[in-house]
C-alpha cells in the first residue's frame, strides 16, 4: 500500500509554501503528456516551472512538444551534459528555426542540490528580435548564449500549436515521434500561460531579507491551452488545478514520484558531484532524483556517495533500504576529510571515528536500515526494520553508540562491490507500506522517527543552524570596476549590503605592468598601505585607497588603484565602521574593531619580542589570524588553526605549511598555544611580536551558514574542463569568495569570487602573492563550479586539485544553504 504524500504543517516563513514535485528517473523513459487545442495566441506565452536536477553527465529535456503532421516541427529545452541550458525549435527534422544555447563559456547549471527557476516567455510578434524569446534563471534575464538565434517575426512555433502533442521530460521528433533525452530530477510548480509574455515576477520575488529568489503565488489568467499541474494528486500526477482542465497523462510515473521535496522545502539527496579520496575511486552511478546509487565497485577500488546535506548539530533521521545482498557496504556519517566514518557494515560490524567497535546484527536485501544521529550529545542509534539493534529507541533512552567527532558531517555510502541502496532522508523512492513523517510533519518514512529526531529538509536545517547572516552582502562584497585616472569614489553595487567597508583589498585585473595587491583598512585610515604579494612594511600612498565612504570607498590617481580604462577588483569586508576600543583581554592591550557578528576582526598593538596574548574581540575562537609587521619588512605570517605542525603559512610566498623540523616555529610564531575565545598568542619571533613596532592581525572565526575555514585532500580525478570531476567541498553555503592554498607544497594563494565569474566555471584567479594580472589560462587547471552548498574542482592542477595533496581553503558566502527563515538558496 502507498500513502500519499503531504506537505509539512509547519508554514514558511514569508507565506508561499510548494508542497509536492514530481520525480523523474530518465532510466525509466518518464513523461507527462497531452494534445494541445486552440490556443489563446499561439505566437504568445510563458512557460514557468522549477527545476532541481538529478544526473548531470547526460542531456536531459525537461520540455519537448512534438507536432506529428508532415513535416513534424517540434522543440526541445533541456540541460545539456556540458552543463548548458538549450532553448530549440524546429520546422522539420534538421531545420533548425529558433536556437538558444547558453554555451560552455556562459551560464552553466551543475548543482544538484538547490532549485532552479525558469521562465520562457515568448512573443514571435514583437519587431525586436531578442524580445521575441526571453529566459530568466531566479528571478534574472540570461543575456549572453553561445548560441543565439530567434525565430522570423510571427513565427508559430511547436510550443502552442494546435494539435501538437505536449511532453514533459522527453523530446520527439521524425517521422516515427522515437523519444530521448529524457530528464532527469525533480519538476515543481509547473505553469504555461497562454496568450501572455510575462515577466519571473509573476512566479516568484526576491526575499527582503537575503535577496534569495524565491516562490510567490500566481493570481493571473491562464488562457485556453493555460495549465497548472501542482502534482498535489498522487492518483493523478497530470491533474490541471488551473481549473481548465488541460490534464496531461503521465507515463512511466507512479505515485512513489511524488515528493514534498519543493523550492520551499528542499531535501536531502544523494550528491551527484561529490568525489573525494584517491582518484582510483570509482564514482557511482545515481537515479530516481539521487535517492538511489549503485557503487559500481569491485576488488579494492572503492565508491563514497555523499549526502548534499551536512550537519554540526541537531537530531537527524533517515533510512536506507537494502536493493540487492551487500558484500562490502559500510553505512553511516563521515566529515569532507574522509577520517571520522561512523556507522554499521552489512555483516554488523560497526564504526565510531573510523574504529572498529563490534558486531550488531548483519542485513541484507529488502532490509530498511533506520539512523538516528544526535549530534549534539554524540550518540548514534542503528535500527534494522524498526528495531533498533545497540539500545531501546533513541526517544527514550540514552545509551546510544557514542562518538567524538565534532566536524560537520554528512550521510555516506562506501562500497568496494557492486552495491545498490535506496536512501529515504523524507522523500523516499520506494513504497512506503505504514507512512510517517518527523514530529514537525515533515517526510514519509517506513518507521516513526524517534522524537525530537527530525528529516533532514531546509526547513528542519534551518532551526537546528540558526543562521545568523542571511545576506552575505551586509558584511562582505567584491565590486569591479574601471580605472578613470582622476581621483573618485568607488560605490558598490546597488544590491550590495550598503556598509562602510572596514578593510579594502584592490587589485588590478588587466594592467600590462604588474603591480601589487593593496590592502586598506580603517583602524589604521585612508593611504595607510599594505602589500599582500610582498612582505614590506607599511607605506603611506597619498593617491592609493584614501578612503572609506559609507556604501564604498575613495581612491586617488594611483595606477595600482585606479589607471584610466584598468579593470579592477575590491574585496571588502565590514568591521565596526571604523570605530575602535582598547582591549585588555590579553596580557599586550590591542586596539580592536570586531563583527562579532560576521566573525572578523581588525586588531593592532605595538610588540613586545616576547611571548605575549592578544585580545581580539570576537568572543568566539578564530580559526584564521593573518598577522603583518607594519614597521619592518617581514612575512605575512598567518594561523591556521586546520594545520597540524607550525600552523603557520607565509601569504606573499608560495611556501608549503613552514616546518618545525629544523626550529620550533609552532612556539616562535604562536608560543605553542591555539586561540581561544578572547585572544590569540604571539611568540618572539619579529614578524608576529618585534619589540616596538606596529602590528596588525585581521582575525577570522567561523560563522554558520557565511563562512568556513577548512581543509580538503585533491584528487587528481578528470582532465581539465567542464567534464573534469575534481574534489567537492561542502561550505554550507553558496559562496561569494574562496581563496585556496596547497600547504604541502609550494602553491599560489589562488583567489577567485562570484562577480568576476557570476556564472559557473569560476576560473578567473588572481593570486594574493603575485602581482601578476588575472588569469584564466586553462593551462594552470584551476577551475571550479560554484554551487549552492559549496564549490565543485573543475582541474587537476596542483595549485588547486593535486591527487593526495592538501589544501586549506577560507570561503565567505552570498547567501547560507537556508536562511534563519527558512528559505532554501537557488541552485547556481
Excluded at 562500497?415 to 515533515?442: C, E, H, K
Excluded at 580604462?565 to 596580557?587: C, E, L, P
Excluded at 602590528?695 to 585533491?714: H, L, P, R
Aim: aromatic fraction near 12%; include cysteine; hydrophobic fraction near 30%.
Amino acid at each position: 500500500m502507498t500513502f500519499p504524500i503531504l506537505g509539512g504543517n509547519t508554514a514558511v516563513a514569508g507565506g508561499y509554501t510548494i508542497d509536492n514535485s514530481l520525480r523523474f528517473n530518465d532510466g525509466d523513459s518518464p513523461e507527462l503528456s497531452k494534445t494541445l487545442g486552440s490556443p489563446t495566441n499561439n505566437k504568445i506565452y510563458t512557460f514557468s516551472m522549477w527545476l532541481k536536477r538529478g544526473v548531470i553527465d547526460t542531456s536531459t529535456t525537461f520540455i519537448g512538444h512534438y507536432d506529428g503532421s508532415a513535416s513534424n516541427p517540434f522543440v526541445t529545452v533541456q540541460f545539456q551534459s556540458s552543463g548548458t541550458l538549450r532553448v530549440e525549435a524546429y520546422d522539420n527534422d534538421t531545420t533548425s528555426v529558433m536556437a538558444l544555447n547558453t554555451g560552455t563559456s556562459g551560464q552553466l547549471f551543475r548543482d544538484v542540490s538547490a532549485w532552479y527557476h525558469i521562465v520562457l516567455a515568448f512573443d514571435t510578434t514583437q519587431s525586436t528580435a531578442s524580445n521575441r524569446v526571453k529566459v530568466y534563471v531566479n528571478g534574472n534575464q540570461v543575456t549572453s548564449f553561445g548560441t543565439e538565434t530567434y525565430p522570423s517575426q510571427n513565427k508559430v512555433l511547436a510550443f502552442n500549436k494546435e494539435n501538437t502533442e505536449a511532453y514533459y521530460g522527453v523530446y520527439k521528433y521524425g517521422n516515427s515521434g522515437s523519444g530521448g533525452n529524457f530528464y532527469d530530477g525533480y519538476i515543481a510548480e509547473l505553469f504555461f500561460i497562454d496568450g501572455q509574455q510575462l515577466s519571473p515576477t509573476d512566479f516568484g520575488e526576491f526575499d527582503e531579507d537575503s535577496g534569495i529568489w524565491k516562490p510567490k503565488e500566481y493570481e493571473g489568467t491562464f488562457g485556453n491551452n493555460g495549465y497548472f499541474l501542482d502534482f498535489e494528486n498522487s492518483g493523478s500526477l497530470g491533474a490541471d488545478s488551473s481549473g481548465n482542465g488541460n490534464n496531461f497523462t503521465p507515463t512511466n510515473l507512479a505515485s512513489t514520484d511524488q515528493t514534498t521535496d519543493t523550492p520551499t522545502n528542499n531535501f536531502c539527496t544523494l550528491n551527484s558531484i561529490y568525489i573525494n579520496g584517491a582518484s582510483s575511486n570509482i564514482a557511482p552511478t545515481y537515479s530516481e532524483g539521487n535517492t538511489i546509487t549503485n557503487s559500481g565497485g569491485s576488488g579494492t577500488s572503492a565508491t563514497r556517495t555523499s549526502s548534499t546535506f551536512e550537519f554540526s548539530s541537531g537530531k537527524w533521521y533517515w533510512e536506507v533500504k537494502v536493493n540487492d545482498s551487500p558484500s562490502a557496504v559500510d553505512i553511516g556519517i563521515n566529515n569532507n576529510t574522509i577520517g571520522a566514518l561512523c556507522g554499521i557494515r552489512q555483516d554488523g560490524t560497526y564504526f565510531t571515528d573510523n574504529n572498529n567497535q563490534g558486531t550488531l546484527t548483519s542485513f541484507t536485501s529488502g532490509d530498511i536500515i533506520s539512523f538516528a544521529f544526535d549530534m549534539d550529545n554524540k550518540k548514534m542509534y542503528i535500527a534494522k526494520n524498526g528495531t533498533y539493534m545497540n539500545s531501546a529507541n533513541p526517544s527514550t533512552s540514552t545509551n546510544g553508540i557514542s562518538f567524538t567527532t565534532t566536524d560537520s558531517m554528512h550521510c555516506q555510502f562506501k562500497s568496494r562491490q557492486d552495491d545498490s541502496l535506496s536512501a529515504n532522508f523524507g522523500n523516499p523512492p520506494f513504497s512506503i507500506t505504514s507512512g510517517n513523517s518527523d514530529g514537525n510533519g515533515y517526510g514519509n518514512f517506513e518507521y516513526t522517527p524517534p522524537s525530537g529526531y527530525l528529516a533532514l529538509c531546509t526547513q528542519n536545517l534551518a532551526t537546528a543552524l540558526s543562521p545568523t547572516i542571511d545576506d552575505g552582502s551586509a558584511y562582505f562584497h567584491t565590486q569591479l570596476y574601471t580605472g578613470n585616472g582622476s581621483a573618485r569614489t568607488i560605490t558598490n553595487d546597488a544590491n550590495a549590503g550598503d556598509f562602510q567597508p572596514d578593510w579594502v583589498w584592490v587589485k588590478h585585473r588587466n594592467h600590462p605592468t604588474a603591480h601589487s595587491h593593496n590592502l586598506v583598512d580603517s583602524s589604521r585610515g585612508g593611504t595607510k598601505t599594505l602589500y599582500s604579494s610582498n612582505n614590506g612594511y607599511e607605506e603611506t600612498i597619498t593617491q592609493g585607497i584614501t578612503g572609506f565612504a559609507t556604501d564604498g570607498f575613495t581612491v586617488g590617481t594611483n595606477v595600482a588603484v585606479n589607471s584610466d580604462t584598468i579593470n579592477y577588483v575590491a574585496w571588502q569586508w565590514r568591521a565596526n565602521g571604523g570605530t575602535t576600543s582598547s582591549n585588555t583581554d590579553g596580557t599586550i592591550t590591542s586596539t580592536v574593531q570586531a563583527n562579532q557578528t560576521a566573525g572578523f576582526s581588525i586588531v593592532t598593538w605595538t610588540g613586545t619580542g616576547a611571548n605575549a596574548t592578544v585580545g581580539h574581540g570576537l568572543g568566539k575562537t578564530p580559526k584564521v589570524v593573518i598577522v603583518k609587521n607594519r614597521s619592518d619588512s617581514d612575512n605575512w605570517t598567518v594561523y591556521n588553526n586546520n594545520l597540524s605542525d607550525s600552523k603557520a603559512l607565509f601569504l606573499q610566498d608560495t611556501n608549503a605549511e613552514i616546518p618545525t623540523s629544523s626550529y620550533n616555529f609552532w612556539s616562535l610564531y604562536w608560543n605553542e598555544t591555539d586561540p581561544t575565545s578572547s585572544v590569540f598568542s604571539v611568540g618572539v619571533d619579529n614578524s608576529v611580536n618585534g619589540s616596538s613596532d606596529n602590528i596588525i592581525a585581521y582575525c577570522f572565526a567561523e560563522i554558520e551558514g557565511y563562512s568556513k575555514y577548512g581543509t580538503y585532500t585533491g584528487n587528481g580525478t578528470g582532465s581539465f574542463g567542464p567534464f573534469a570531476n575534481g574534489t567537492f567541498v561542502y561550505t554550507g553555503f553558496k559562496p561569494a569568495w574562496v581563496m585556496i592554498k596547497r600547504t604541502d607544497g609550494a602553491n599560489g594563494w589562488n583567489i577567485f569570487d562570484n562577480k568576476r565569474n557570476p556564472f559557473n566555471i569560476v576560473e578567473k584567479q588572481l593570486f594574493a602573492n603575485s602581482t601578476a594580472p588575472e588569469d584564466s589560462d586553462a593551462s594552470h587547471h584551476a577551475e571550479r563550479d560554484y554551487l549552492s552548498n559549496g564549490f565543485k574542482l573543475k582541474g587537476n592542477g596542483n595549485d588547486i586539485n593535486a591527487n593526495g595533496a592538501t589544501y586549506s581553503y577560507y570561503a565567505i558566502a552570498e547567501n547560507p544553504f537556508v536562511t534563519s527563515s527558512g528559505v532554501p538558496v537557488t541552485a547556481r
